[in-house]
Structure formats: C-alpha cells, structure tokens
C-alpha cells in the first residue's frame, strides 16, 4: 500500500480535473467487481492524489447501475484515506438556488436494492458501523476553510435525499423529501457514504446545485436539462477550486 492520499470521486459533468496533472491510468478490479473506470493517478499543484469518474468517464453509467462498493474499494486499496465526493443535486431549500454549492452534513436514503454493505456474504460477520454522522466533520471543515481561502461561498449545511433515479422526481416527491426535512436531492449519496464509513474513510461532499428541484422556482414547470448543463460547467469550475486548495491542505495536516 502506498503513502496516504486523497481520493477524489467525479459526478456528472466531472470526468476529468482540468487542473489534474495525470501520471498514469490504471484499470480497478476489486472482489466486488470492476469500478466506474480506470483509477486516475495525478498530481494536483504537485501533490498526489486518485480521480475517479463516479459514472465512467463516458458517462455511461446510471446512478443505480454505479458500482459504489468496487470505487470505495479500488480507492481505499491504492491507500486512499480521504475522500471528497463532488454529485450534482436539486435545490429544494430556497437558499440553494443553481449554481450554489453546499456542503451537506446530513443524508436521507430512498434507495433501493443497491449493494449497500462490504459485510454480507458466508464469510461476513454482520456488522452495523456508527452513521450518526454520515459525512466526515474534520474533512467538512477543511472543505469550507478551502472555500473561505479561494474566496468561493458554499452553503455550510444541508440534508442531502438520495432517490434513486435515473427519472428526475415528481413536484409531490419533492414535497414530501421536504416535510422529511430534505434541503437538496440527488440519485449518488448513498450508498456512498455509507460504504465510505464501513472503509472507515474520510469522506464529504460538495454538492453542486444544477437546477431547482421539480416542482420548485425555475423548475416549476419542469426541469430543463439544457440549462442544468449550462450551469453546471460554470459551477463545476469554482467546485474545483475548492478541491484544489483541499488538496494542498490535505498535504500539510
Ligand atoms: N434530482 C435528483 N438528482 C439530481 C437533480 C434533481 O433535481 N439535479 C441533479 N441531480
């Protein structure tokens, strides 16, 4: 196992880091099959870390279809200790309007029969890890003391609903992720963070709001596709800044 890295994981619109600086490609089998693609191994300002495309770098695969459990894995076995996971979402919340980005500290999961555990199986003992806390509050805070340092706002908090896609949600869908107390919807956080956990990684993510959820403000009459791609270029590039600065913190703590 090599020296402590960071590992990054790519939503929609991410398949590559501009500012990665890409050192070799190496293709990731795992006991739990293949990842999303070949791991990227870069340097980012001169410090080592691992990309990965959550969806292929194709954008082939559907956020039901990922294979969370051979990511998680493929990262954690090349020595990843950290993980910041950026994943497109729906604002629900007023204050999460496209184009901003938030740091969710809480998940809610409607997801269903997605592999969800590294502990299952004949030889598993059934384990049950602590997810009090579902995203990792030393790498939240150094996201935001990033943030602060490049001058780029993100919404400090949020609950973060996982539906499970691929269709967009109902305007009644999205009322009742409300009432549950949901601020923003997305189809790839769970079981990601959760998989993170039982690796006992280090694991947060930046949510990029591309668009109002159904039923909400520009979306009221539907959600259109051509302005969330719009949107999410512009706000992808500040996301990266944010990661880039990570990176170089990362390498000091
Ligand atoms: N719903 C679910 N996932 C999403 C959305 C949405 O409105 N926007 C981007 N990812």
């Known amino acids: 196992m090599s020296a402590p890295v960071l590992g990054i994981i790519g939503g929609t619109g991410l398949t590559e880091l501009s500012n990665l600086e890409i050192v070799r490609r190496q293709v990731a089998r795992t006991p739990y ?7 990227t191994f ?16 194709g954008h082939t695969i559907a956020p039901h279809q990922v294979n969370y459990r051979a990511n998680l894995w493929a990262l954690h076995a090349e020595g990843v200790t950290r993980v910041v996971s950026i994943a497109s979402v729906g604002g629900i919340a007023p204050e999460l309007g496209p184009g901003t980005l938030a740091l969710p500290n809480q998940i809610l999961d409607y997801t269903w029969g997605r592999k ?3 502990f299952e199986g004949p030889d598993q003992p059934v384990t049950h890890v602590d997810f009090t806390h579902p995203y990792c509050p030393h790498l939240r805070a150094a996201l935001l003391g990033a943030a602060a340092a490049v001058g780029e706002p993100i919404v400090p908090e949020g609950v973060y609903a996982t539906t499970q896609g691929p269709r967009l949600e109902t305007a009644a869908e999205i009322d009742r992720l409300e009432r549950d107390g949901a601020t923003m919807v997305g189809m790839t956080g769970m079981p990601e963070a959760a998989l ?13 709001v591309a668009n109002h959820a159904a039923g909400r403000g520009t979306s009221s009459g539907g959600i259109s596709l051509d302005a969330i791609r719009a949107v999410m270029q512009e706000a992808l590039g500040r996301a990266r800044r944010i990661v880039e600065r990570v990176v170089v913190d990362h390498e000091r703590s």
């Open 33 to 39: 099959g293949e990842a999303s693609g070949a791991l």
């Open 42 to 57: 870069g340097r980012m300002g001169g410090i080592p870390v691992i990309f990965l495309a959550r969806h292929g770098y």
């Open 116 to 118: 969800c555990t590294f």
């Open 196 to 208: 993170a956990r039982e690796l006992s990684l280090s694991y947060a993510t930046i949510a990029v």
